[in-house]
């Protein structure tokens, strides 16, 4: 089975239209053969010229991946493709920062040793209170949570993975272990 030519030149047009099209232009012929040889059996198959467009602009970036990876130009990471070409920085010019003024006006450092007691006074008692409300509910794990949380600074996300419950679960028990500080504090 044969393409016609001006299927051929929609998929050429596609094809360079492509956002992984550009820096990789020696590939063309590379493109081109992969997207027709995954797309020949369905091109007669489609009437509607825009269904056909549609379809062939997902077979054109299959096509463009899988001849890239194949080429080592890209490589599979968690969030997507990555590149593994050189990225080359353009001659932007340098900015420069050296007239910013950085002002910390608006941070509150203790003035005198009474606030900084009063201040390590809040912060003991915040966490007496967080063990004792771990020690009433042990299988929430409370402590272990607001360690990761506030002392580790771990996302919601990673503590979940850590303690091997869902995401949701993670907030829950945080919204209730400030609920029961707040309880305590007032």
Do not use: W
């Not at 016609?4 to 550009?22: E, F, H, M, S």
């Not at 299959?62 to 593994?84: C, F, H």
């Amino acid at each position: 089975m044969e393409i016609a030519q001006d299927k051929i030149d929609l998929i050429g047009k596609i094809i360079k239209n492509d956002r992984k099209y550009p820096n990789n232009e020696d590939l063309y012929e590379d493109f081109l053969n992969e997207t027709c040889k995954r797309s020949v059996a369905i091109i007669e198959a489609i009437d509607s010229e825009a269904t056909l467009e549609t379809y062939l602009r997902r077979v054109v970036t299959t096509s463009i991946i899988n001849v890239l990876k194949d080429s080592g130009r890209l490589r599979r990471t968690r969030s997507g493709y990555m590149s593994t070409q050189e990225v080359v920085l353009d001659d932007s010019p340098v900015v420069d920062y050296s007239d910013v003024v950085i002002s910390y006006s608006n941070v509150k450092i203790p003035e005198n040793p009474e606030e900084i007691t009063i201040q390590k006074e809040i912060l003991t008692f915040v966490s007496d209170t967080i063990k004792k409300i771990d020690e009433e509910d042990p299988e929430k794990d409370y402590l272990h949570l607001y360690t990761l949380r506030y002392d580790k600074g771990m996302t919601q996300k990673e503590i979940a993975s850590e303690l091997s419950i869902s995401q949701s679960e993670v907030s829950k028990r945080l919204y209730k272990l400030m609920e029961k500080v707040r309880d305590v504090i007032e």
